[in-house]
C-alpha cells in the first residue's frame, strides 16, 4: 500500500487562497465597473482594462502558486504534460479508416433497429386489426 502524507495546509495557506480568489473576483468588477465610462478613447480603455485583470490573475496566481495546493496542483500539470508527451498518437490513415468504419457501423446499425421497428409497427398494427 502506497500512502504519501500531504502536508497540512497552514492558516497563511488558507489566507493567501482566500484572498486569491477575492482578488479575482474585484479583478473582474474592476474590469466591468470601468466599461461604463462612455469616452470617446474606449478602444484604449478597453487595452487598460484587459492589461490589468491580465495582472491581477497573474498575481492571483502567483500567490496561488506559493501555496502547498498550489504546488500539488503545478506538479500534477507538469506530470501530466510529460504523459501526454509518451502518448503514440495514430496516422493519418488509421484516423481515417477508424471513422470510416464507426460511420459504417452506425449506419448499420440504424438501419437493423429501423427494420426492427417498421415489423415491430407492423406487427402490433396486424395483431389489434389496424393494418
Known sequence: MNTQAEPASSVADIVKQVFSVVLVVAGIAAFY???????????????????????????????????????????????????VRKVVWPTRE????????????????GLILWLLDMFLFWGVRYLTGQG
Not at 488509421?94 to 446499425?109: C, H, K, Q, S
Open 33 to 83: 465597473y470601468f466599461s461604463a465610462d462612455h469616452s470617446s478613447f474606449k478602444e484604449v480603455r478597453l487595452l487598460y482594462r484587459v492589461l490589468g485583470l491580465v495582472g491581477v490573475m497573474l498575481v492571483a496566481l502567483s500567490m496561488l502558486l506559493t501555496t502547498v495546493l498550489g504546488r500539488n496542483v503545478w506538479g500534477f500539470a507538469l506530470e501530466s504534460r510529460q504523459e
Open 94 to 109: 488509421e484516423t481515417i479508416r477508424t471513422t470510416l468504419l464507426v460511420f459504417a457501423m452506425v449506419f448499420i446499425v
